[in-house]
């Protein structure tokens, strides 16, 4: 398996823009996650999905931020607009949901720059 | 309320000394325990995790962690640390409700020849 693939791996954006980041989780995976991370606040989690449904989303930072899963291949994080103060690396994470000890498997992450 | 504390930012050892990276935990229920690297550039991964049973759990890359119920610990041990091990270990408990992981801050690993 090719692992969590995240696009794109570096983006550098002008404040005002709108920035999409993706993610393919694992085949067969039922739960996915998206955190961010800074050195200022370590690592957040912002929003999860259970079988394509978003769970919690009491992370997302404010309304700019939004996520989707339309299926069970792929999610969507979107900032609209953009301020340099959302300049971190956005992981997105899968697991199987098999069990309360299931570990996470991450993608590399965006780093994503906003100037 | 559930958290995780790793009360050192950066830790530096030498090539072949051993290692133990701290973590305390808050948690109302039994926790699952995990402890996570992250190599530059990388995403997480998991190093080895404590659910119930054997309280000294072994995992990848010749780490170790021990359960430390009366002093909510979850300490991290390598024996001898090699220059690969420099990266960024992250400590996390789970589940808090649902799925949710909740991190340590992270410490840091510098190992020096």
């Known amino acids: 398996d090719a692992g969590v693939i995240q696009s794109p791996r570096h983006e550098v954006t002008e404040m005002g823009q709108e920035v999409t980041l993706r993610c393919k989780p694992i085949?067969?995976?039922?739960?996915l996650f998206w955190y961010r991370q800074t050195m200022m606040r370590g690592l957040e989690l912002l929003i999860y999905f259970n079988n394509n449904v978003p769970i919690d989303d009491s992370g997302m930072p404010e309304d700019r931020f939004s996520a989707k899963m339309p299926n069970a291949s792929f999610s969507t994080l979107k900032i609209q607009p953009s301020e340099p103060r959302d300049s971190a690396v956005y992981f997105c994470?899968?697991?199987?949901?098999?069990?309360?000890?299931?570990?996470?498997?991450f993608g590399s992450g965006t780093q994503l720059s906003v100037l | 309320a559930q958290s995780v504390t790793q009360p050192d930012i950066h830790i530096t050892v030498s090539e072949g000394a051993s290692l133990e990276l701290r973590c305390n935990y808050s948690?109302?229920?039994?926790?699952?325990l995990f402890w996570y690297v992250q190599s530059p550039g990388q995403g997480l991964q998991l190093l080895l995790k404590y659910f119930s049973g054997d309280t000294l759990v072994q995992g990848i890359k010749g780490f170790e962690a021990e359960f430390k119920r009366s002093q909510s610990s979850f300490n991290l041990r390598k024996p001898s640390v090699h220059w690969s091990d420099a990266a960024e270990y992250f400590c996390?408990?789970?589940?808090?409700?649902?799925?949710?992981?909740?991190f340590g801050a992270g410490t840091r690993l510098f190992v020096k020849a």
């Open positions: 994470a899968s697991s199987l949901e098999t069990g309360w000890d299931e570990k996470l498997f």
């Open positions: 948690y109302g229920a039994t926790p699952y």
């Open positions: 996390a408990v789970g589940p808090t409700g649902g799925f949710k992981t909740i």
């Open positions: 085949s067969g995976h039922n739960s």
